[in-house]
């Protein structure tokens, strides 16, 4: 929450395939892109035009008798040339920014539709904070790069020579001791964006470590405490605080160091066209009014230059977005629909695993040759050691991975060979750690289909017990539910996920059962739905509980990715095996 | 510039640096002031030149003179900008640095009832944005009141004794300018607010939508979320475009005025240049141009003044928030403690009532709690979730005040210890396993005076604790950096740390509050038989859910709903609390079918 993004490039792509790539968004939208070219164009030469105006002006004023009709004139072009150009600038920035607003937007639903069709594997190699930042933060500094940029380096660029055009046609002399200084003024912008880049870094990266050190010893302020350790604590948090202080003064120092430079470069110019200007003022080759049109010239001289280096800085820093968003859209899903995969429409739950290998990594198996049948309407426990393959065989039914070798078949066809969507959409699937999005308990049990009508979730709440403390709430459905579902206990989000599934009407349920500690009234009601459910459809848990395992028809015992023994509780007692020793153990003591 | 207790004292710290920053920014106002009629009088004595009034070599020293007086200037103005920006943009930085200082000094000392009720989001918004409102209202706040006041005022003095007409036709369009930036520049920032939010809902969605995509998968719902972001999407869009639609109609409508105002000028100017041509007080074309330009310097102020309220009703706002935060009491304190500064570690519950201090009268999460716990002994504290034995613990770490006679700790009242020497002496295990983004060595070390932090001892704490092997696993093994790259320790790692970093303090009293919840049945066997040996001859008080870990203490305590059911060996409690039998009988099967 508190990192910061390097600016950094990776250089996995070159710069040509960079901008190939950032113009193949712009490209559709060229006809904007060349409409507010064009309004740039006439807005800039307006701009041009205002500080001969003045100059023209003044000298008609010098002149005695004035020249009243010519100066009326004068005055009302000049007007008229303010207002247009400030409204052609008004038309292009806002033109430009709805253009560059949609590009980034059609990015990022590119990006974001992109991620969500991401594999289960993807998303635990990828912290999802660098996701959201690419999705968000990174298209962001595209839409600088669309309306900041591309049509602005040229207005900056066809500025300066602009104006050194017109100081040119005005007086080559003083225009020529003009641009014996501009070197220094684009140097000097351009060194100083460089170091004022690097403190700025400086000091974000410095503010997030007291940020991350204050976030986290805000909430682990119980151990500080406890621990004695609060002057220690300080000490640390002084010593990342002087840091930032130290490294914002800095920063402070280079614009203390650059606006006034920038300004006495200024005044070294005016006071050289003044010196000359004066002279030649004296010697009769320059009239005053066109003095005041240099000085006025010289003013909007340097505002272009300075844009011109910020504007390198986007280009850079939206080159080292655009590589990571880019790498992020070459990385495709590995499972995929088959060519030829099916719709299935109605299935009766019959589940079969045939000789199944999976690893998630290389030479390190994690089911050896598992095989098993589950009837429709069967109810089947895992039982095993954490670490036995309990929770990858669930996570494999609903192809969140591929199997190497051997064969899952669904009503007897392989998996595969179904479409994923309408595989996942017959299979409900109740995890250990129930996540609850913010929203309402409502939105939480259609996850946002408008398709699930409100008595549905009635219905499938109450069927599950979920009701009950559902109907104790001010807002009932409606009740808010805070991040991560934090306002509810864990056993209530357990039965909120058991109407979630309920509510999509699964043939097959999968449930991962919590090992948290739920209140034993809750408890009781989750027992209580787990029965009712284990009749809707076919039932694969992985059970803690050991009502649970008492309730189920087959009990499949798991050691170390190899299935021990499977049968139901009757059954397994007899055979004598290891579940039957586990079994005994609870006697033991008695 | 806002004032309060909390941040007076520093205007009078850094006094030196905002009083020459003022100055600096004073002297710049005045020297910017001559710019414009310096350049005034060349236009007007090249006039003079070219009508003859002057000769040569008189027009040519009055043009070195003003060259030289425009050389001063600039260097005046140089090195002004240079101060201020040092002075009062420094000031400002170290006022915000001192004040992020003072709220977490106080932060340390506030007990757990403060951090109940806030949450820690809304802590680190105080920290993040509200120091950074009060940095504003001090730095540039300053800044554009001095301009406003001093520049704007000079300015318009100028102006009026050059020439009184003139000014007076430009007080209108100065205050439509003022007013045009009150109302347009208070809609933009409300716009810039709503982008700004539209993008942080965008963002809080894709962060929710990710983490939990397992979900949104198994429910083939991803057509859904993506309907959901792009409606987020072309809102933050639109919001966008809205705000810098906002921003180009104040930019377009004050320059429109501007450039009116312009006209109006000159054609105004140039009747008075006739009008009062050949009087005794004449208005010149250098004093036009000098018009021009002193109008073009009034612009900022006047929109600064929008700026101005708007930087000081934010940063007053700031500070009342962070005031109360450094106004919270500090409840944990020592009053008429006696002087001890070791314990034994006899423990004794009296007939103690608790309630957390937010709660209802009479709404207590124990209920007179009695039992005794004599030193070396290894005490099981049993109950289920919610049945109050974090609470228990709490108290014994004196996190929360107790009546008198409650609590005492070798037969003294645990309000009459220190409550420093009371956490010196207690060894705590939390049940999160909490530690800090460090070395895993510092983690343990944590209880550790600095000199004492051997990296033996650590490792035998760490061999203890059964999570040694896991941490020479790590790549830079005792040097590993917890929650850096890739490192994610799972629960019951972070348990086992946590019970290293408890036992190396060696303390007279250990409590481990469900520590290891999450850690293995044979793992925690290990664990279990280590403690029984060094932890001879001092108290360990375990809480636990789980029979296994507290079944061979030599006492547990079955609490209830805040109440102690019973109290005796697991064999006793077999026998006589049907509700240990029940728990038992519950948990044992549960536990088995776990293990190999």
Same mark, same amino acid.
């Given at each position: 929450?508190?990192?910061?993004?390097?600016?950094?490039?990776?250089?996995?792509?070159?710069?040509?395939?960079?901008?190939?790539?950032?113009?193949?968004?712009?490209?559709?939208?060229?006809?904007?892109?060349?409409?507010?070219?064009?309004?740039?164009?006439?807005?800039?030469?307006?701009?041009?035009?205002?500080?001969?105006?003045?100059?023209?002006?003044?000298?008609?004023?010098?002149?005695?008798?004035?020249?009243?009709?010519?100066?009326?004139?004068?005055?009302?072009?000049?007007?008229?040339?303010?207002?247009?150009?400030?409204?052609?600038?008004?038309?292009?920035?806002?033109?430009? #920014? %709805?253009?560059?607003?949609?590009?980034?937007?059609?990015?990022?639903?590119?990006?974001?539709?992109?991620?969500?069709?991401?594999?289960?594997?993807?998303?635990?190699?990828?912290?999802?904070?660098?996701?959201?930042?690419?999705?968000?933060?990174?298209?962001?500094?595209?839409?600088?790069?669309?309306?900041?940029?591309?049509?602005?380096?040229?207005?900056?660029?066809?500025?300066?020579?602009?104006?050194?055009?017109?100081?040119?046609?005005?007086?080559?002399?003083?225009?020529?001791?003009?641009?014996?200084?501009?070197?220094?003024?684009?140097?000097?912008?351009?060194?100083?964006?460089?170091?004022?880049?690097?403190?700025?870094?400086?000091?974000?990266?410095?503010?997030?470590?007291?940020?991350?050190?204050?976030?986290?010893?805000?909430?682990?302020?119980?151990?500080?405490?406890?621990?004695?350790?609060?002057?220690?604590?300080?000490?640390?948090?002084?010593?990342?605080?002087?840091?930032?202080?130290?490294?914002?003064?800095?920063?402070?120092?280079?614009?203390?160091?650059?606006?006034?430079?920038?300004?006495?470069?200024?005044?070294?110019?005016?006071?050289?066209?003044?010196?000359?200007?004066?002279?030649?003022?004296?010697?009769?080759?320059?009239?005053?009014?066109?003095?005041?049109?240099?000085?006025?010239?010289?003013?909007?001289?340097?505002?272009?230059?300075?844009?011109?280096?910020?504007?390198?800085?986007?280009?850079?820093?939206?080159?080292?977005?655009?590589?990571?968003?880019?790498?992020?859209?070459?990385?495709?899903?590995?499972?995929?629909?088959?060519?030829?995969?099916?719709?299935?429409?109605?299935?009766?739950?019959?589940?079969?695993?045939?000789?199944?290998?999976?690893?998630?990594?290389?030479?390190?198996?994690?089911?050896?040759?598992?095989?098993?049948?589950?009837?429709?309407?069967?109810?089947?426990?895992?039982?095993?050691?954490?670490?036995?393959?309990?929770?990858?065989?669930?996570?494999?039914?609903?192809?969140?991975?591929?199997? #190497?070798?051997?064969?899952? /078949?669904?009503?007897?066809?392989?998996?595969?060979?179904?479409?994923?969507?309408?595989?996942?959409?017959?299979?409900?699937?109740?995890?250990?750690?129930?996540?609850?999005?913010?929203?309402?308990?409502?939105?939480?049990?259609?996850?946002?289909?408008?398709?699930?009508?409100?008595?549905?979730?009635?219905?499938?709440?109450?069927?599950?017990?979920?009701?009950?403390?559902?109907?104790?709430?001010?807002?009932?459905?409606?009740?808010?539910?805070?991040?991560?579902?934090?306002?509810?206990?864990?056993?209530?989000?357990?039965?909120?996920?058991?109407?979630?599934?309920?509510?999509?009407?699964?043939?097959?349920?999968?449930?991962?059962?919590?090992?948290?500690?739920?209140?034993?009234?809750?408890?009781?009601?989750?027992?209580?739905?787990?029965?009712?459910?284990?009749?809707?459809?076919?039932?694969?848990?992985?059970?803690?509980?050991?009502?649970?395992?008492?309730?189920?028809?087959?009990?499949?015992?798991?050691?170390?990715?190899?299935?021990?023994?499977?049968?139901?509780?009757?059954?397994?007692?007899?055979?004598?095996?290891?579940?039957?020793?586990?079994?005994?153990?609870?006697?033991?003591?008695? | 510039?806002?004032?309060? %207790?909390?941040?007076?004292?520093?205007?009078?710290?850094?006094?030196?640096?905002?009083?020459?920053?003022?100055?600096?920014?004073?002297?710049?106002?005045?020297?910017?002031?001559?710019?414009?009629?310096?350049?005034?009088?060349?236009?007007?004595?090249?006039?003079?030149?070219?009508?003859?009034?002057?000769?040569?070599?008189?027009?040519?020293?009055?043009?070195?003179?003003?060259?030289?007086?425009?050389?001063?200037?600039?260097?005046?103005?140089?090195?002004?900008?240079?101060?201020?920006?040092?002075?009062?943009?420094?000031?400002?930085?170290?006022?915000?640095?001192?004040?992020?200082?003072?709220?977490?000094?106080?932060?340390?000392?506030?007990?757990?009832?403060?951090?109940?009720?806030?949450?820690?989001?809304?802590?680190?918004? /105080?920290?993040?944005?509200?120091?950074?409102?009060?940095?504003?209202?001090?730095?540039?706040?300053?800044?554009?009141?001095?301009?406003?006041?001093?520049?704007?005022?000079?300015?318009?003095?100028?102006?009026?004794?050059?020439?009184?007409?003139?000014?007076?036709?430009?007080?209108?369009?100065?205050? /439509?300018?003022?007013?045009?930036?009150?109302?347009?520049?208070?809609?933009?920032?409300?716009?810039?607010?709503?982008?700004?939010?539209?993008?942080?809902?965008?963002?809080?969605?894709?962060?929710?939508?990710?983490?939990?995509?397992?979900?949104?998968?198994?429910?083939?719902?991803?057509?859904?979320?993506?309907?959901?972001?792009?409606?987020?999407?072309?809102?933050?869009?639109?919001?966008?475009?809205?705000?810098?639609?906002?921003?180009?109609?104040?930019?377009?409508?004050?320059?429109?005025?501007?450039?009116?105002?312009?006209?109006?000028?000159?054609?105004?100017?140039?009747?008075?240049?006739?009008?009062?041509?050949?009087?005794?007080?004449?208005?010149?074309?250098?004093?036009?141009?000098?018009?021009?330009?002193?109008?073009?310097?009034?612009?900022?102020?006047?929109?600064?003044?929008?700026?101005?309220?708007?930087?000081?009703?934010?940063?007053?706002?700031?500070?009342?928030?962070?005031?109360?935060?450094?106004?919270?009491?500090?409840?944990?304190?020592?009053?008429?403690?006696?002087?001890?500064?070791?314990? %034994?570690?006899?423990?004794?519950?009296?007939?103690?009532?608790?309630?957390?201090?937010?709660?209802?009268?009479?709404?207590?999460?124990?209920?007179?709690?009695?039992?005794?716990?004599? #030193?070396?002994?290894?005490?099981?504290?049993?109950?289920?979730?919610?049945?109050?034995?974090?609470?228990?613990?709490?108290?014994?770490?004196?996190?929360?005040?107790?009546?008198?006679?409650?609590?005492?700790?070798?037969?003294?009242?645990?309000?009459?210890?220190?409550?420093?020497?009371?956490?010196?002496?207690?060894?705590?295990?939390?049940?999160?396993?909490?530690?800090?983004?460090?070395?895993?060595?510092?983690?343990?070390?944590?209880?550790?005076?600095?000199?004492?932090?051997?990296?033996?001892?650590?490792?035998?704490?760490?061999?203890?604790?059964?999570?040694?092997?896991?941490?020479?696993?790590?790549?830079?093994?005792?040097?590993?950096?917890?929650?850096?790259?890739?490192?994610?320790?799972?629960?019951?790692?972070?348990?086992?740390?946590?019970?290293?970093?408890?036992?190396?303090?060696?303390?007279?009293?250990?409590?481990?509050?469900?520590?290891?919840?999450?850690?293995?049945?044979?793992?925690?066997?290990?664990?279990?038989?280590?403690?029984?040996?060094?932890? #001879?001859?001092?108290?360990?008080?375990?809480?636990?859910?789980?029979?296994?870990?507290?079944?061979?203490?030599?006492?547990?305590?079955?609490?209830?709903?805040?109440?102690?059911?019973?109290?005796?060996?697991?064999?006793?409690?077999?026998?006589?609390?049907?509700?240990?039998?029940? /728990?038992?009988?519950?948990?044992?099967?549960?536990?088995?079918?776990?293990?190999?």
């Amino acid at each position: 929450m508190y990192d910061i993004d390097t600016d950094q490039r990776l250089n996995n792509y070159s710069d040509k395939e960079i901008l190939k790539r950032l113009a193949s968004y712009a490209i559709p939208y060229w006809k904007y892109f060349l409409l507010t070219f064009l309004l740039m164009v006439i807005s800039v030469i307006f701009a041009l035009f205002e500080p001969f105006l003045i100059g023209v002006s003044i000298d008609l004023l010098t002149e005695t008798p004035i020249d009243l009709s010519q100066l009326t004139l004068v005055l009302v072009i000049f007007a008229l040339s303010i207002i247009l150009s400030a409204g052609f600038e008004y038309m292009q920035t806002i033109i430009l #920014q %709805k253009t560059g607003q949609t590009i980034v937007y059609n990015m990022r639903e590119e990006v974001f539709t992109h991620v969500e069709r991401q594999d289960y594997e993807y998303f635990t190699k990828i912290p999802t904070g660098k996701l959201v930042t690419r999705v968000a933060n990174d298209t962001n500094t595209l839409n600088e790069m669309y309306t900041n940029v591309i049509v602005n380096v040229f207005r900056n660029l066809l500025m300066i020579v602009g104006i050194l055009g017109a100081m040119f046609w005005l007086n080559a002399e003083l225009a020529l001791l003009i641009l014996a200084v501009t070197p220094f003024i684009i140097i000097f912008s351009f060194v100083f964006r460089r170091f004022s880049r690097k403190a700025y870094r400086t000091v974000r990266a410095n503010m997030s470590r007291v940020n991350g050190f204050l976030a986290e010893h805000l909430s682990g302020m119980k151990v500080v405490q406890i621990f004695n350790k609060e002057e220690e604590k300080h000490e640390e948090f002084n010593e990342k605080n002087t840091e930032l202080r130290r490294s914002e003064l800095r920063e402070l120092l280079v614009f203390a160091i650059y606006r006034p430079t920038m300004y006495m470069l200024f005044m070294i110019s005016t006071i050289i066209i003044f010196l000359y200007g004066g002279r030649q003022v004296v010697e009769g080759t320059l009239t005053v009014g066109i003095l005041v049109s240099f000085y006025n010239y010289l003013r909007r001289f340097f505002e272009p230059i300075q844009q011109l280096a910020e504007q390198f800085n986007i280009v850079q820093s939206a080159f080292a977005s655009s590589e990571r968003i880019f790498a992020i859209l070459d990385e495709h899903p590995q499972v995929l629909d088959e060519p030829d995969a099916i719709e299935l429409d109605e299935v009766k739950g019959e589940i079969e695993f045939k000789d199944v290998w999976f690893r998630y990594v290389e030479d390190e198996w994690v089911l050896k040759g598992v095989s098993f049948k589950v009837n429709p309407k069967e109810s089947v426990a895992f039982v095993g050691a954490t670490g036995a393959g309990k929770t990858t065989i669930l996570s494999l039914l609903t192809r969140d991975y591929d199997i #190497q070798s051997g064969q899952i /078949l669904l009503d007897g066809i392989d998996i595969t060979k179904i479409k994923l969507s309408s595989l996942r959409s017959h299979v409900g699937v109740m995890l250990q750690d129930v996540f609850m999005f913010s929203g309402t308990i409502k939105s939480n049990i259609t996850l946002r289909d408008e398709d699930i009508t409100e008595q549905e979730v009635i219905d499938a709440c109450k069927y599950v017990n979920a009701d009950k403390f559902i109907e104790k709430l001010p807002n009932r459905y409606d009740e808010p539910v805070r991040e991560r579902g934090n306002n509810y206990s864990a056993g209530q989000r357990q039965l909120i996920s058991f109407a979630r599934t309920l509510v999509h009407k699964p043939n097959i349920m999968i449930l991962d059962e919590a090992t948290a500690n739920i209140d034993t009234e809750t408890e009781e009601l989750i027992q209580e739905s787990l029965k009712k459910m284990m009749n809707i459809g076919t039932m694969l848990i992985v059970a803690h509980r050991l009502s649970t395992i008492q309730h189920v028809d087959k009990i499949i015992v798991l050691q170390k990715g190899e299935i021990l023994e499977q049968g139901s509780h009757q059954e397994l007692l007899r055979q004598k095996g290891h579940y039957y020793y586990l079994y005994k153990l609870q006697y033991k003591d008695q | 510039m806002i004032f309060s %207790k909390a941040i007076n004292k520093y205007y009078l710290k850094f006094a030196h640096l905002f009083i020459i920053g003022v100055i600096a920014l004073l002297v710049v106002d005045l020297a910017q002031l001559e710019v414009p009629l310096i350049i005034g009088q060349l236009v007007d004595d090249l006039e003079a030149f070219r009508t003859g009034e002057y000769s040569r070599a008189e027009i040519l020293d009055i043009l070195s003179d003003i060259i030289w007086t425009l050389v001063i200037i600039s260097v005046l103005i140089v090195v002004g900008r240079f101060t201020w920006r040092i002075g009062i943009m420094g000031a400002s930085r170290r006022v915000a640095f001192e004040v992020r200082d003072d709220m977490f000094r106080h932060a340390l000392k506030l007990s757990p009832r403060f951090y109940s009720e806030r949450k820690v989001g809304g802590l680190m918004a /105080l920290f993040i944005n509200d120091i950074e409102a009060i940095r504003r209202a001090l730095g540039p706040g300053m800044i554009m009141f001095v301009d406003m006041v001093f520049l704007g005022g000079l300015v318009f003095w100028r102006m009026y004794t050059i020439d009184a007409r003139m000014t007076l036709v430009l007080v209108f369009p100065l205050i /439509l300018i003022a007013t045009a930036g009150i109302i347009l520049g208070n809609k933009m920032r409300m716009r810039f607010r709503d982008a700004q939010k539209a993008f942080e809902d965008l963002s809080d969605n894709v962060q929710e939508s990710l983490s939990g995509i397992t979900v949104i998968k198994a429910f083939v719902k991803e057509r859904q979320e993506i309907k959901h972001f792009l409606r987020q999407n072309r809102n933050t869009r639109d919001k966008n475009i809205r705000f810098v639609r906002m921003q180009m109609a104040l930019q377009v409508t004050v320059r429109a005025i501007v450039s009116l105002v312009f006209v109006l000028m000159i054609a105004y100017g140039t009747n008075l240049v006739q009008i009062t041509a050949g009087t005794a007080d004449p208005f010149t074309i250098g004093d036009l141009v000098a018009f021009l330009s002193y109008f073009g310097m009034l612009i900022w102020p006047m929109m600064a003044i929008s700026m101005i309220i708007n930087v000081r009703s934010r940063g007053r706002a700031s500070l009342q928030r962070i005031e109360a935060i450094l106004d919270e009491p500090i409840d944990i304190v020592d009053e008429n403690t006696l002087d001890i500064t070791e314990i %034994k570690g006899d423990i004794e519950f009296n007939h103690l009532y608790f309630r957390y201090p937010d709660a209802e009268e009479g709404d207590h999460v124990l209920k007179d709690i009695s039992f005794k716990i004599n #030193q070396g002994e290894m005490v099981g504290i049993l109950g289920r979730t919610g049945s109050g034995k974090t609470s228990i613990v709490d108290l014994l770490l004196r996190l929360y005040n107790l009546k008198e006679n409650e609590l005492l700790i070798d037969g003294v009242d645990i309000m009459r210890i220190p409550f420093k020497t009371v956490r010196e002496n207690i060894g705590y295990v939390p049940q999160d396993g909490f530690l800090f983004s460090d070395t895993i060595k510092n983690n343990i070390a944590l209880g550790l005076e600095e000199g004492s932090r051997e990296m033996d001892h650590i490792e035998e704490m760490a061999k203890l604790s059964d999570v040694h092997d896991n941490i020479v696993q790590f790549k830079k093994g005792y040097n590993t950096i917890i929650g850096e790259r890739g490192v994610t320790l799972s629960g019951g790692q972070k348990q086992r740390l946590s019970i290293a970093r408890a036992l190396a303090k060696n303390p007279p009293i250990l409590i481990m509050d469900d520590s290891v919840s999450a850690v293995d049945t044979s793992t925690e066997e290990k664990i279990l038989k280590n403690l029984k040996k060094i932890r #001879q001859g001092k108290t360990t008080i375990m809480i636990a859910h789980r029979i296994s870990t507290v079944k061979n203490a030599d006492k547990i305590v079955v609490i209830d709903e805040g109440e102690v059911l019973d109290v005796g060996t697991h064999d006793e409690l077999q026998e006589r609390c049907a509700f240990y039998r029940d /728990l038992v009988e519950r948990q044992q099967l549960e536990d088995e079918v776990e293990v190999e």
